[in-house]
């Protein structure tokens, strides 16, 4: 389902115009959700993804972007906390797994 989603969104874009024309700082997003994209940017900091703020084409509200530096298709808009911390829980995961050796059968 998400890769639905972000195909959904990345034709969605294509039709606003190009992501950095959407591309904002974080002061534009709601104050609720600024406080969490801090703690993000944080968390976040001397990984691969960067974080700023964006229009979101489907809501015309202000949202979180974490995108990926290396390839920019891949990207997520987070509209809340919740979004926030499930997508913090897949990138631990996906990070742990890289981490632990697999055995060989």
């Given at each position: 389902m998400d890769y639905e989603v972000r195909t959904y969104r990345a034709w969605a874009a294509s039709r606003t115009g190009?992501?950095?024309e959407g591309e904002t700082s974080l002061d534009h997003?709601?104050?609720?959700?600024?406080?969490?994209?801090?703690?993000?940017?944080?968390?976040?900091?001397g990984c691969p993804y960067v974080l700023h703020g964006r229009l979101d084409p489907l809501s015309q509200e202000y949202v979180i972007e974490v995108r990926e530096r290396e390839k920019?298709?891949?990207s997520w808009l987070l509209?809340?906390?919740d979004q926030m911390l499930r997508w913090m829980r897949w990138y631990h995961s996906?990070?742990?797994?890289?981490?632990?050796?697999?055995?060989?059968?």
């Open positions: 190009a992501a950095e997003v709601p104050l609720s959700v600024r406080c969490w994209a801090s703690k993000l940017a944080k968390w976040i900091e920019p298709e891949n509209e809340d906390a996906s990070q742990a797994e890289q981490r632990t050796p697999r055995k060989l059968v």
